[in-house]
């Protein structure tokens, strides 16, 4: 008995010391052909790369009925149409001016205002209430603001959905793969149980591609950029004209900007 475990603890000891070497090694050959991303970490080569990911939108470029950017998030992220607000599933939506801002709202606002609605979406925050309450780190940050999802990850508690102050994460009650038209095979799909929501196309910027929704506009109302460069558009869009944030009061430092 005695020699069988001194065996299986030299076999476990054997199998310890070459995860202490085999990470060094692998990690070394990954990274030939990266580079780094500002603020740290690695992006393939030809990746846009950013300090922080922000986007300005501006509402009054918005054609009232159109939902290009909804439409070509959706079918590129295979969100699933259940039909029914009750299950719904959205990464990106439009909500009414005194919905998003409830704090800036009053009677006084012109038609304009009153009518608008208005593109929204997860905010990224640079302080992201949801990464904080994530129990198993499905919901992390990457060193240049873009807050991700591992769905694998995913216990499907809610909790980032609770902490959550925009709603800007989907719940899969329902298997979503029979509700998705037309399968992108080159993006996931989820199954029941697994929250959801947008993720700034991160996968695109790995391909060296602006997010879907920037492209699909017609308008040039989403405009998307590194918000710490002073010489980009976004930067020096945010300073010249006036912008509101989503409940920036909380603390969460949201980097979705309105131009109004």
């Not at 030939?32 to 500002?38: E, G, Q, S, T, Y």
């Not at 919905?99 to 006084?108: M, V």
Request: net charge positive; with cysteine.
């Amino acid at each position: 008995m005695t020699t069988t475990n001194r065996r299986d603890f030299l076999k476990i000891a054997g199998a310890s010391a070459l995860t202490l070497i085999a990470p060094p090694i692998l990690c070394t050959a990954w990274a030939k052909d990266k580079m780094n991303i500002p603020g740290g970490g690695f992006a393939p080569a030809g990746a846009l790369t950013a300090k922080r990911w922000a986007m300005a939108i501006d509402p009054s470029k918005c054609s009232a009925d159109c939902t290009d950017c909804i439409t070509a998030c959706h079918a590129l992220h295979n969100v699933p149409s259940f039909g029914n607000p009750k299950d719904e599933v959205k990464w990106i939506w439009t909500e009414p001016f005194a919905s998003a801002f409830p704090g800036e709202n009053h009677a006084y606002h012109g038609q304009a205002i009153q009518k608008m609605r208005l593109p929204v979406m997860c905010n990224h925050c640079a302080n992201p209430a949801c990464v904080r309450v994530c129990p198993t780190k499905a919901t992390f940050q990457r060193p240049d603001g873009v807050v991700m999802m591992d769905y694998h990850r995913c216990i499907g508690c809610r909790l980032c959905m609770a902490g959550c102050p925009y709603g800007a994460r989907s719940m899969n009650f329902r298997d979503p793969r029979p509700f998705i038209a037309r399968i992108n095979p080159n993006f996931p799909t989820r199954t029941r149980g697994v929250v959801e929501k947008c993720n700034f196309c991160e996968e695109r910027l790995a391909k060296g591609m602006l997010p879907a929704c920037v492209l699909a506009c017609k308008q040039k109302a989403l405009v998307f950029g590194d918000a710490e460069n002073p010489q980009s558009e976004i930067r020096m869009l945010i300073e010249k004209r006036f912008n509101l944030r989503r409940r920036a009061h909380l603390g969460t430092a949201p980097q979705i900007y309105y131009i109004l």
